[in-house]
């Protein structure tokens, strides 16, 4: 499988036009957005929708610029799937999630919460071939956590990642760290924020 990941968009259409064709160029066979898709919680015309015409399953997180309600509300309409708190199985690859916001205008749940939502969609996925996490807010830390002076990991993630071991963690929300990958134990953690990232598995 080929995925296509990308986060902190905020509302930035001519870099959704690019990243569609990216994933066109790259015949990728999904795509994850995590996070931060929009603007102050406004998605400018057809942001999910330009990726959902690409006929790909489409994942979403929500970040700390959109509600919750927003992100459910956009998946539906586009067909796409709202990864918080959920898991979805595809061709024995497994996709569970939660936004791990810590900061910001749109909080979704508390720590003790997310962890919770965590552990319940990991069960539904745990047999899969490969795991892939997917939050908006990556781990405590990791390296790339310096890169920002305002924003940091979330404690929970690192929790989870060290307890559930995923292959693969992504997320994005430290912009300066896009494309930086390292390990957790076995999970390579990979931040794609807004260059996207093509991840092959």
Excluded: W
């Excluded at 959704?16 to 996070?35: M, N, Q």
């Excluded at 024995?92 to 997310?114: C, R, T, Y």
């Excluded at 990556?138 to 989870?160: A, D």
Aim: proline share 4%.
């Amino acid at each position: 499988m080929k995925i296509l990941a990308a986060a902190d968009i905020h509302g930035d259409l001519s870099l959704v036009e690019k990243l569609v064709e990216k994933a066109k160029r790259e015949d990728v066979d999904s795509i994850i957005l995590a996070g931060d898709l929009f603007k102050n919680n406004q998605e400018p015309f057809d942001i999910v929708g330009k990726f959902s015409s690409l006929k790909k399953p489409v994942f979403l997180i929500p970040g700390n610029h959109e509600a919750l309600s927003t992100v459910d509300f956009v998946a539906k309409i586009y067909g796409a799937v709202n990864l918080h708190g959920y898991a979805v199985k595809t061709d024995n690859i497994g996709f569970f999630g939660v936004s791990a916001v810590n900061i910001g205008p749109f909080l979704h749940d508390s720590e003790e919460k997310m962890e919770d939502l965590l552990k319940k969609s990991f069960e539904y996925i745990k047999d899969s071939e490969k795991k892939i996490l997917v939050t908006h807010v990556p781990p405590s830390n990791v390296s790339f956590e310096k890169l920002s002076p305002f924003v940091s990991g979330s404690k929970i993630v690192e929790k989870i990642i060290k307890e559930l071991q995923p292959d693969i963690a992504i997320s994005g929300h430290i912009h300066e760290a896009s494309g930086i990958e390292e390990k957790i134990g076995k999970t390579k953690i990979i931040n794609v924020s807004r260059t996207g990232k093509i991840i092959e598995l």
